[in-house]
């Protein structure tokens, strides 16, 4: 089992930037891999970015460039810079991981960027 606890979510102006972190409940060591969902009103929830076990990351076309995931195995936490925010960005962002069990979801946290 694995808990993931979001936090850093808030409002900001379009161009700003936020960084949100994910907490694990146990070393994430052996989490194959972690990443970062968003679902904003009335859309599917969809793919954002992914890093690996090995340190291997991937974005989706839209935020490429402009988010960046990271990882601290020390602290058990994953970690989205989001910069250069535009309003579609709004969205509640969740934290995902993959491992025995799983996958695996937070609670999320909401983003929103205004105009």
């Known amino acids: 089992q694995v808990q993931l606890v979001e936090s850093g979510g808030g409002l900001v102006q379009a161009g700003g930037s936020l960084r949100l972190s994910c907490a694990a409940s146990?070393?994430?060591?052996?989490?194959?891999?972690m990443g970062w969902y968003r679902q904003a009103p009335g859309k599917q929830r969809e793919w954002v970015t992914t890093?690996?076990?090995?340190?291997?990351?991937n974005y989706a076309d839209s935020v490429k460039g402009r988010f960046t995931i990271s990882r601290d195995n020390a602290k058990n936490t994953v970690y989205l810079q989001m910069n250069s925010l535009k309003v579609e960005d709004t969205a509640v962002y969740y934290c995902?991981?993959?491992?025995?069990?799983?996958?695996?979801w937070g609670q999320g946290t909401q983003v929103t960027v205004s105009s």
């Open positions: 995902h991981a993959v491992a025995y069990g799983g996958p695996y």
């Open positions: 146990r070393s994430i060591f052996s989490i194959n891999a």
């Open positions: 890093v690996t076990d090995d340190g291997s990351t």
